[in-house]
């Protein structure tokens, strides 16, 4: 019989460029289908985690005969077009379930992010993992494997300076947009946020830092748009107009739209230059646009540029990160080796149980569900302390039988 590992597939910036990656890109509502369909061709999966950001697709599965070569290929297939079927260049896989989760560590811990030490991750992380659990496809080991993840994100960030400074995407986006303009000038030009997801709440959030002071928000629902230009004292603007691409009058149009491919296809030209940043996987915009010499364009890969000083504090942690990483790991590993130990004393204790009950049946009129559960525990504890193979059966009566007398007694 062949064993039980957890296995991912990863497509990421390290391997792709973005127009690569949006390909793979994994909706919330494609998700679901995605689920159900795994569920349906590979029985054998019990676990099944579904990371999709703006820099990396990855795909962790429990499962005992699926490898993860097979499942690469299955979502090639699922994804890709004609022309990308044959791209599984692009991508990094594992089979063994240690290198696995020390994959997920240095994933969730912001080591290989396009930004070091990327503090938004970790949501991300558990917000796909919430998705496990709601489509009950959680899986032991991978229940296992995300509690190693948390309880090493919350030691990097007690234990290490890794998390000081902010690397968000969102952050560098808006400090694109002030480094562009002079000082003074960039606080009153004229910006559209479009969409309201988690990218456009960050640049929200970091607005504070750089107080522009027009900012408008455009999104499919209005109702959702005017909540949020409420809730940050910024004004909305129609979606009939995005849809129409008619932004002459903005000198910034920062765009994170989910499942929107090219939404902006055209931006009309004026005399001044405008900043165009694309924060959305698949891309909203058009690379065609960066032709226009007007045209400032930003997509998620040269946005990422890190700032200096940021850096330095995270490259100087790097080294304690990494142990608290391999300490962890090491930790599963050992929660590991004693898996088939764990399942073999469930297993006997259920034979116990049964034995304890006939013995009770034969013997002795004298007892309860609570005497055969004290009587049953104690057994498994003495059993314990001798040995961590097999028992006889014959030793077990007798253990049975002594301590059934000492209850009774």
């Excluded at 594992?94 to 080591?111: A, F, Y």
């Excluded at 204790?349 to 002795?364: A, D």
Aim: charged share 25%.
């Amino acid at each position: 019989m062949e064993e039980k590992s957890l296995r991912f597939i990863s497509i990421s910036h390290k391997t792709a460029s973005v127009s690569q990656r949006e390909i793979y890109y994994i909706s919330d509502e494609e998700k679901i289908r995605l689920a159900a369909l795994v569920r349906h061709t590979f029985p054998d999966i019990v676990g099944l985690f579904l990371l999709s950001t703006c820099n990396r697709t990855e795909i962790y599965f429990e499962s005992t005969t699926t490898s993860s070569k097979t499942f690469r290929d299955f979502f090639i297939e699922l994804k890709a077009m004609p022309s990308s079927r044959s791209q599984t260049r692009l991508f990094t896989d594992g089979n063994i379930t240690k290198d696995t989760v020390r994959h997920l560590l240095e994933v969730s811990s912001g080591l290989a992010s396009s930004v070091l030490g990327d503090a938004e991750i970790i949501h991300q992380v558990k917000k796909a993992y919430q998705f496990s659990i709601h489509s009950n496809l959680q899986g032991s080991m991978l229940e296992r494997a995300m509690q190693t993840v948390f309880r090493a994100h919350k030691r990097i960030s007690n234990e290490t300076h890794f998390r000081d400074g902010t690397t968000s995407i969102a952050y560098k986006a808006l400090k694109v947009v002030s480094d562009t303009f002079t000082k003074d000038a960039a606080k009153f030009k004229k910006i559209l946020f479009i969409g309201t997801g988690d990218i456009v709440m960050q640049l929200l959030k970091y607005n504070f830092k750089f107080n522009f002071e027009s900012i408008y928000i455009a999104n499919r629902t209005e109702e959702r748009a005017i909540k949020v230009s409420l809730e940050h004292h910024c004004k909305t603007y129609e979606w009939r107009k995005v849809l129409n691409n008619d932004f002459e009058d903005f000198d910034v149009i920062i765009s994170a739209v989910s499942n929107r491919h090219h939404l902006i296809k055209k931006i009309k030209s004026s005399s001044q230059k405008i900043v165009v940043i694309d924060l959305a996987l698949p891309s909203n915009i058009n690379y065609k646009l960066a032709q226009d010499k007007q045209i400032i364009f930003h997509d998620l890969d040269t946005i990422s540029v890190e700032m200096e000083d940021t850096k330095e504090k995270r490259l100087a942690a790097i080294g304690k990160v990494d142990t608290i990483v391999l300490e962890e790991a090491q930790a599963y590993n050992e929660w590991l080796q004693t898996a088939d130990l764990r399942s073999f004393l469930a297993e006997y204790k259920t034979i116990v149980n049964h034995k304890v009950i006939r013995y009770f049946e034969t013997e002795s009129e004298e007892y309860n569900f609570q005497m055969v559960k004290t009587i049953t525990d104690r057994v498994m504890r003495k059993f314990r302390k001798q040995t961590a193979f097999p028992t006889p059966l014959e030793e077990i009566d007798a253990l049975i039988a002594e301590q059934a007398v000492q209850t009774l007694s």
